[in-house]
């Protein structure tokens, strides 16, 4: 498994603490494809382990036991995804909910932000 990265490791134009920039859609949808991809990961191997543990598993049903798993990931995400690609830099409140709605960006920086408003 991966650690997330810290704020210091992440590329310039996704920094949480750039107040002054907004929030980037293109950053929120790579953010919230490694998170997905992460999660999905975790996910099937633990329901792998899970059912391993209740008797063997053939090949065909592990398949589809990640076959499902992607699925789901991506039907939770789809919509969303496809959103921010559609979503213009004009439209930060679009990026910014998604990313507020899937806890991508620190809730400090939505504050600063608020108080400036």
Not at 21 to 34: I, K, M, S
Not at 46 to 72: I, M, P, Y
Not at 80 to 102: G, H
């Amino acid at each position: 498994m991966t650690p997330e990265r810290s704020n210091k490791e992440r590329r310039p134009n996704c920094r949480d603490d750039a107040p002054d920039t907004g929030v980037d859609a293109d950053c929120v949808l790579r953010r919230l494809q490694h998170r997905t991809a992460r999660i999905e990961r975790r996910e099937i191997e633990e329901a792998l382990s899970k059912l391993e543990n209740c008797g063997d598993l053939t090949d065909e049903q592990r398949q589809t036991v990640r076959l499902f798993g992607g699925t789901l990931a991506w039907r939770l995400t789809a919509d969303f995804e496809s959103i921010l690609k559609q979503c213009s830099q004009n439209n930060q409140a679009t990026a910014r909910a998604v990313a507020r709605l899937f806890n991508l960006v620190p809730e400090s920086y939505f504050d600063d932000e608020c108080e400036q408003s």
